[in-house]
T-cell receptor
């Protein structure tokens, strides 16, 4: 089945540690996105990538890093510089064509800092 | 200019009633306005979407009304059911960058 796979579903981290969240898609989509979801704040864009080997900062990129070495993969690293990393992280993809606007989301990864 | 403002934050509706969620935007360049439905612990899923050259779009019990001059759009859920209880997000897409801006979400509870 085609879709977006995020892993792990739950992750616990000690303060000062970097963690990497995985996002893989087999939809052959060009564009991929990372969003952070906090209660009452909706979905806030961290990073997005429209093409392999290129990505742009979103609205809350500080303390995060990404790479886009393959079309199907867009991992997100939450660094120790991120002051409040406990959140629900969502990865999404889109064909990046003008007539296809749907964002396809993964099931999310919940990160808790201990 | 990049914000999408959504209201209300929460909504309680009786079964069979109409649920209405509103969103407003500032950037007239936005070219696509989707609504997403999210159940607890899951990723959002597209419910219905509209482009700014259309004033209304209906799919089953779900209707988007779009007012370009007022820069507002709304989701109407007719004959609301307990299974519709979820969080709903409006969004807007910036053309070119394909950057999607989301509203803050509305938690809908439909009472049986």
């Amino acid at each position: 089945d085609g879709g977006i796979t995020q892993s792990p579903k739950y992750l616990f981290r000690k303060e000062g540690q970097n963690v990497t969240l995985s996002c893989e898609q087999n939809l052959n989509h060009d564009a991929m996105y990372w969003y952070r979801q906090d209660p009452g704040q909706g979905l806030r864009l961290i990073y997005y990538s429209q093409i392999v080997n290129d990505f742009q900062k979103g609205d809350i990129a500080e303390g995060y890093s990404v790479s886009r070495e393959k079309k199907e993969s867009f991992p997100l690293t939450v660094t120790s510089a991120q002051k409040n990393p406990t959140a629900f992280y969502l990865c999404a993809s889109n064909p990046y064509q003008v007539n296809t606007g749907e964002l396809f989301f993964g099931e999310g990864s919940r990160l808790t800092v201990l | 200019q990049q914000q999408v403002k959504q209201s209300p934050q929460s909504l309680i509706v009786q079964k069979g009633g109409i649920s209405i969620i509103n969103c407003a935007y500032e950037n007239t360049a936005f070219d696509y306005f989707p609504w997403y439905q999210q159940f607890p612990g899951k990723g959002p899923a597209l419910l219905i979407a509209i482009r700014p050259d259309v004033s209304e779009k209906k799919e089953g019990r779900f209707t988007i009304s779009f007012n370009k001059s007022a820069k507002q759009f709304s989701l109407h859920i007719m004959d609301s059911q307990p299974g519709d209880s979820a969080t709903y997000f409006c969004a807007a897409r910036h053309p070119g960058t394909y950057k999607y801006i989301f509203g803050t979400g509305t938690r809908l509870k439909v009472l049986a």
